[in-house]
């Protein structure tokens, strides 16, 4: 299915929102089937496949707990939204297929 009039920057907001609720099925729901995220966060991490997904995610939430929105704008490559954590400001860039689901999250902390 494609969907060529998304709002990157309303789906940037969806992700947001599902990761402070902690909503692992809605967050996994916004990345493509061949989702992958290069976590910058503790140490370089490159993760693919929907269990290694959710598992990331899982972790990640436990140890970033996503709180209000810091930042959000679009970018070249997507949209740029960072938000605060309790460890400090994360940033996550996100890059969206044809079907504006997440195709690639480059994340990591801010400050």
Not at 43 to 51: A, D, K, L
Request: net charge negative; hydrophobic share 40%; glycine share 8%.
């Amino acid at each position: 299915m494609t969907n060529s009039s998304f709002d990157p920057m309303a789906v940037a907001v969806d992700w947001l929102d599902a990761c402070r609720a902690g909503d692992i099925e809605a967050i996994l729901e916004l990345h493509a089937d061949d989702a992958v995220v290069h976590c910058g966060c503790s140490g370089v991490q490159t993760i693919t496949g929907r269990e290694a997904l959710r598992a990331y995610w899982i972790q990640h939430l436990q140890k970033y707990p996503a709180g209000t929105l810091d930042d959000l704008n679009p970018s070249d490559r997507g949209t740029v939204i960072s938000y605060v954590t309790s460890k400090g400001v994360m940033s996550a860039n996100l890059a969206f297929d044809a079907a504006g689901r997440i195709k690639v999250l480059d994340c990591g902390r801010l400050h």
